[in-house]
Every structure is written in C-alpha cells, then in structure tokens.
C-alpha cells in the first residue's frame, strides 16, 4: 500500500482547520493541526510532515518566523496560506523558506492541484549525473550537493532542487521565465517572477563562490536564466 502523505496545518481560524481536516481526510491524507506557532514547530517535531500548510498571521508567532524554524531542520514543502497579498509578504515567506505562497479566500480545488505538485517536486528523482560547480559535486539523483575538498554537506529545499535540476540538465540554454515557473510552479504561475528572483537568489548564495557575480547560474535579464558550465 501506498504510505499516506502527512500534512501539517497551521492556521488560527478553526474553520478553515476544520474544512481542511475534513477535505483532506477525505482524500486520504494523514492530517495533524496546529492553532499556533509554538504548537506547529512542537507537532513537526513530533511527527515529521511530508508537506505543510502554514497561514502567516498566528497569535503567538508570526509566521515567517515558522517557516524559519522549521528549515532549521526540513526540507518538506511549505505553502503559505495567508490573507497577506502583497508583493512584500510573498518575496519575504519564499525567502525564508517558503515554496508556495496563496491568497485567501482561496479555492480548495487550487490549494489540492499546489499540494500535489509540491508533493511531486519532493519526491522527483531521476538519472542526472554529477556536476561539478567549482568545489561543489552536485548529484541530482541522490539529491545531495557536497563540497569536493570537506565533503561538507549543503541541504537544499524541493523547490530549490527542482529549478536547479532544470537548469542544470540544460547547460548553455536560455531557459525562459515562463518556461521555468509553469513548469516548476504550474501554468497558472506564467508572471510570479517574483518567485524565480527570490529563488535564484537563495541558490547563488549556497552554490556560487561569489553569489553577487555568479559564475554559473546566469540571469539574462528580461528573458531568463542559464547554467553555465
């Protein structure tokens, strides 16, 4: 049998809590909730989630400060569930860890089709071989990135898996904002680039020797990016 997905959902309204409950259940997953911050991280802590649902506004905590706490030490996927809807509130939770960010009121059918796709980017294996970026070995099959000299580890997050897996087995190519959002985030992202600025970001810093003139993972600005090998 197929292991159940466990999500954990973090919000302060018990009626979404409650609708979630029931919507998710229904579809088969294992759902723990939190009303709080401090519960949230307490619950992760105890039984580990393959995904989270965190809105941003929580009574003891902010939410970012969540998401924070939780990358401390996993990479399950986070969607942000927040009656926050501005361009700030986005960039700010998909910098701190983030890897999906929606608008309340939302619809349950959209928030279903993002848990899945995070679901897929997490569990996505395939048959890259290594690829070396200057003293780091990038292995996108087993999902682990190390320095050559140390072989200290860097831990990456699904999302972050996922962009650079499409840039690196595309060297030299012009990969299009559109390209990479629709296919990382799904088609109704054609325009959050936002989410590739943010996210390229945080890859340059744990990738390139100099993130502010990377070396290999090239912006070409008002078209996309490229791994340059």
Known sequence: MTPMIRVLVVDDEPHILRALAITLRARDYDVVLAGDGAGALATAAETPPDLVVLDLGLPDLDGIEVIR????????????????????????????????????????????????????????TDDTP??????????????TVGRASNGEKIRLTPTEWSLL???????????????LLTRIWGPGYPRENDYLRVYLARLRRKLEPVPGRPRYLITEPGMGYRFQP
């Open 69 to 124: 706490g939780l990358r401390g030490w996993t990479d399950a996927p986070i969607i942000v569930l927040s009656g926050r809807t501005g361009a700030h509130d986005k960039v700010e939770a998909l910098d701190a860890g983030a890897d999906d960010y929606v608008t309340k009121p939302f619809g349950m059918d959209e928030l279903l089709a993002r848990l899945r796709a995070a679901h897929r980017r997490s569990g996505s």
């Open 130 to 143: 290594r690829v070396r970026l200057g003293d780091l070995i990038v292995d996108l099959e087993a999902k």
């Open 165 to 179: 897996e499409l840039l690196l087995r595309n060297p030299g190519k012009l990969m299009t904002q559109r390209d």
